[in-house]
């Protein structure tokens, strides 16, 4: 069995897990006034405990458990991106992991139980949704039905000024998995964390994304290990950059 194969039977396990309490939580606030559940606690304790058996040695920084790293690789876990979504009863919200190895992610998953739709990529071998290969959008044209996805606080601090659609689905994870697959012809994100980004972030790149600072144009190539929150990013196929730039103002 693969690294990846390995990680991929975790995610899938961990999204089983989450499923279990789909629909039947109760949330409480988190110190920034986000929800948070038992089941993000459950899920994230079961990435610890399952990738500390597999991959012993690694440190895991994840979003629940306050605690940094103090090594150069760790894996970087959000046990459920979309938790107000999850809440909801809203079915858009996944399970994400990367392993971050000297600023880069080397191998990610993301995981969206309710539709059995699992993405992941590792360096130098492509971007992959379930058994197919997926691409970032090719051609040049911005159509007025093309969605350009925007993380959920990007909806309030953003204003777009470009032929197309506003979509935000309520997990930032969506903005990378959705340009990989070509849904999206990208994606804005504000006030998130590496956890947001960490795996969607090698997913995209590996479909033919470029993952940018919004406000500098500066292509991301390292992630930070700790709990800081990030510079608005921009991840779209190349070709889109400088025309969505050009139409997203920061508010």
Not at 35 to 44: L, Q, R
Not at 69 to 83: E, K, L, S
Not at 205 to 226: S, W
């Amino acid at each position: 069995m693969t690294e990846m194969d390995v990680l991929k039977n975790i995610i899938r396990r961990a999204g089983e897990l989450a499923l279990s309490h789909y629909g039947c939580v109760v949330p409480s606030e988190k110190s920034d006034r986000s929800f948070v559940t038992e089941a993000d606690k459950s899920v994230e304790d079961f990435l610890r405990t399952e990738l500390a058996k597999h991959f012993p040695g690694v440190e895991v920084l994840g979003e629940e458990v306050e605690q940094g790293v103090n090594r150069d690789v760790a894996w970087v876990v959000d046990p459920i991106d979309g938790t107000a979504n999850f809440v909801a009863g809203v079915p858009i919200w996944a399970v994400s992991v990367g392993l971050v190895e000297n600023g880069t992610t080397t191998m990610g998953a993301v995981y969206y139980p309710a539709f059995n739709e699992l993405y992941f990529a590792q360096q130098g071998k492509g971007a992959w949704l379930n058994d197919r290969r997926i691409y970032a959008r090719c051609d040049r044209e911005i159509r007025h039905d093309d969605l350009l996805g925007l993380s959920t606080l990007s909806v309030k601090r953003m204003k777009v000024n470009l032929p197309c659609k506003v979509r935000s689905l309520g997990t930032a994870v969506a903005c990378f998995t959705f340009v990989a697959k070509g849904s999206f012809i990208g994606g804005v994100l504000t006030d998130n964390r590496v956890w947001d980004i960490a795996a969607g972030w090698i997913i995209a790149k590996e479909a033919g994304a470029e993952v940018i600072y919004l406000l500098t144009g500066e292509p991301i190539y390292r992630l930070p290990l700790n709990r800081e929150k990030l510079p608005p990013q921009l991840v779209a196929p190349p070709q889109f950059i400088e025309v969505l730039r050009r139409g997203i103002q920061v508010g």
